[in-house]
């Protein structure tokens, strides 16, 4: 677009905004909300301006430092899991092992699950189902 237009174009965008501040700051008076604008949205919107134009710093060494400090944690959990698991070598990122500890009863924990996939029609693992599971297992033991 040639620059004479996108001026033209950028300066009817002004008009309008400076047109519908007037309007709506009047209605935002009348309903007593203008403090919400005055003492925290103007704030954020000249942050998130500068965070636009110019990002974000990252400190990417206390990233590093975080990232050592998660595997390390993960790698705890996974071994806890593997000690707690009713099945032998379960691969923590697996949703078919998973399935087997919940719900197999041969090898697993026999809990019913909440739902089933679509796709392939086993017990869901999802983040969701797992949260139901676990407050109905909640609700048995606390009574």
């Not at 390390?72 to 087997?100: A, Y």
Request: glycine share 4%; net charge negative; charged share 30%.
């Amino acid at each position: 677009m040639p620059l004479d237009e996108m001026a033209i174009g950028n300066a009817m965008d002004c008009d309008f905004t400076l047109r519908f501040w007037r309007i709506l700051r009047k209605d935002m008076r009348k309903k007593q909300v203008h403090h919400v604008y005055d003492n925290l949205l103007k704030e954020i919107a000249i942050e998130l301006a500068g965070v636009e134009n110019f990002g974000i710093a990252v400190d990417t060494g206390y990233l590093d430092e975080l990232e050592v400090k998660l595997e390390r944690e993960i790698g705890i959990l996974e071994k806890e899991l593997q000690e707690l698991s009713p099945i032998e070598e379960v691969n923590v990122n697996s949703n078919v092992d998973l399935q087997r500890i919940l719900f197999t009863e041969d090898e697993g924990l026999n809990l019913y699950p909440v739902t089933f996939t679509k796709k392939t029609k086993k017990p869901s693992v999802t983040d969701a189902d797992l949260q139901l599971i676990l407050e109905e297992i909640e609700k048995t033991l606390v009574g």
